[in-house]
């Protein structure tokens, strides 16, 4: 037992030494954080907090980095040095995809088994060059099938558990060129988990299926596993259960071409292709299914869309849902969030909503609020349509909102719409005071330039 915990902490201080620990752990802290940046640049502040993503991730890691570890040395599973550095420079080669999909060493995995036949087995003349691919010679290709059923099992596991969680709503463009939202879909998890290393102080004798008699140790590795989607035509939930369906599919195909690779090596060849080709063919026919169905996160007639729920905010308290479209505040129809705003700023210790559910259903919804709540009261609506004079990139300064002007100028000028007189009105009768939130840049805008338009008015009639 003693000799067993030696070789233990050896393959945990290996972990420390394997520079892709490190290179891993800062694509995972980029990605979270790139996330965070997108959503403040779309809607002026972050829908989920960057420390709860990181450790809610890092935690399903790490119970899926225990369960690897189990499977992993249960069936005896050993890597080289050599295979170990080749998985490592084809990860690395894996990173200007930029998809966190692509990060995944179920990418990795299949790509060695199908390199592994082709490498020469020596004579290039450097003596460390060809020690290596010596070393590849030997390895067992079926136990590298047995890693990568392993880690694609793993994978559908973690995107059935964790794949919806903290969803992270975003902006984009649809066909015709209007705003549209859309909810990502966008995990990573890095899986400490340990496996076989043919070097150490323990005797193999042969008794797992996959170990050769001899002297062995463990090796904690820095396994990557992560999955990106876009979702337009369906809520978070819904699409991660179509994925977890589809990538449930591949698993079961992948096991029994898996089973078949024991009788004849040369099936694993076929496993890797099925696992590389399938995954990335199944979330790409994902996407693509998803901009052709209706979109759920497009500009209404009628109220606004929400995009997503800050956690710990009035919206959580009224169970609001991404996907729904908030009607009436307060009893008062809406079609802006400044109308949202200044209704709500009419009563603020108090706010009863009538929202339009996914399937369609109307339900009210009613809170307190209190002094402390976020002033956004947690909804991140899809910005109002384009003849509406608020930023389509969310709450921003009045610079931007200037330049939104600027860019609408002509068409804003001549409006003269029962809805553009009504708005005029309520500015210059002081109801204005209370607008806030995103609204508030727009009314000190107006407030600066209206006496300027109202003097070239004047000089033109003139």
Partial sequence: MGEMMQELLLGAGRFFLHPLTYIAAAVFLLAIFAGIR?????????????????????AFGLGAGAAASILLVGTGVTLSSALLLMMTVIWLLQLPFRRLRAFSFTVTTSVVILI?????????????LDDQLALLQETDLFSLGVLLVTLLFLETVLLAMDGARHPSPSLTRSPR????????????????AFALYPVGGM????????????????????????????????????????????????????GVLLAAGWFYPIVVLVLAGVVLAGRELLFSMFESGERTRAGVYVPRNKGLVLMGIIPGTTAEKLGMETGEVVLRVNGKFIRTQRDFYRIMQEQATYVKLEVLDYQ????????SRYEHDHYLAGCLFLPDNEDQPLSRRGLRSSTVIHEDRRRLGSDEE?????????????????????????????????????????????SSDE
Avoid: C, N
């Fill in 360 to 367: 369609g259903e109307k339900r009210m919804l009613q809170a």
């Fill in 203 to 254: 005797s193999g004798t042969g008794a797992w299926p996959l170990l050769e008699a001899g002297g062995f140790g463990f090796v904690l590795l820095p396994l990557v596993l992560g999955i990106d989607a876009s979702v337009r035509g369906d809520t978070p939930l819904s699409a991660k259960r179509r994925l977890t369906g589809r990538m449930t599919l591949l698993l079961l195909s992948a």
């Fill in 177 to 192: 060129g209007k705003v549209v939202g859309e909810q990502l879909l966008r995990r990573m998890w890095i899986m400490p």
């Fill in 116 to 128: 592994l036949p082709m490498l020469p087995g020596g004579g290039t003349g450097t003596v460390w």
């Fill in 414 to 458: 001549t409006d003269d719409t029962p809805a553009a007189e009504e708005e005029a009105g309520r500015q210059e009768s002081g109801d204005s005071e209370l607008v806030y939130g995103q609204a508030a840049g727009m009314k000190a805008f107006m407030e600066e330039h209206a006496p300027k338009r109202r003097r070239r008015d004047r």
């Fill in 38 to 58: 997108r959503e403040r640049r779309h809607f002026h502040t972050r829908a989920h907090d960057g420390i709860t993503v990181l450790l809610t991730q890092a």
